[in-house]
């Protein structure tokens, strides 16, 4: 395992919690620079270009770190549509302010290739054979964001309306299990 520096444990959430505070100041994302993100951070230009190329990367990687740790806390013994779509629900709920950044820097397509490569591996462990996996997936990984988007960021639903919902117009994810 990498050991990080602490310093660069402390800068790298400084530049986090810039980026998080400049969207809920709805600082218009498209203006958004590598030196203003910085100077938001407290750090120099420098220091930010040491760790990123740009406030997108800053989110991304920010994506990737949930995804990370939704996968850790992923239960995949036994492992039904059902089931599979609650845990997205609980975990995601929690993490309301990715999706605000996820929309406020339209990184959706990072997210939602991420999740695309989350459902072929559940396929291919069901063992299930698709005409054309990458498409399929692609598909409910579309659909799963904008349920997750619609349910964490606006509360539509109870958790099991949005998972009977979901499941409806998936047909239970019938493609993947």
Not at 19 to 28: A, D, G
Not at 49 to 65: A, G, H, N, W
Request: net charge positive; proline share 1%.
């Amino acid at each position: 395992m990498e050991k990080i520096d602490r310093r660069t444990l402390k800068t790298k959430e400084k530049i986090d919690a810039a980026i998080v505070m400049l969207c809920q100041n709805k600082i218009n994302f498209d203006t958004l620079t590598g030196p203003k993100l910085a100077t938001t951070a407290g750090i120099s230009r420098q220091t930010f270009y040491r760790y990123y190329l740009s406030p997108k990367e800053v989110i991304i990687t920010m994506i990737d770190q949930h995804l990370n740790e939704f996968l850790k806390e992923f239960r995949i013994q036994d492992l039904t549509a059902r089931n599979m779509t609650l845990q997205l629900m609980t975990t995601w709920q929690e993490r309301t302010n990715v999706f605000e950044l996820i929309e406020w820097s339209n990184t959706r397509q990072a997210f939602i290739k991420r999740l695309s490569e989350f459902n072929q591996r559940i396929a291919q462990q069901n063992k299930v054979n698709l005409i054309d996996e990458k498409s399929i997936c692609n598909v409910y990984a579309a659909a799963t964001y904008m349920f997750l988007r619609d349910y964490v960021l606006n509360q539509k639903w109870s958790k099991e309306q949005a998972t009977d919902l979901f499941l409806h117009l998936t047909n239970n994810l019938d493609k993947i299990f």
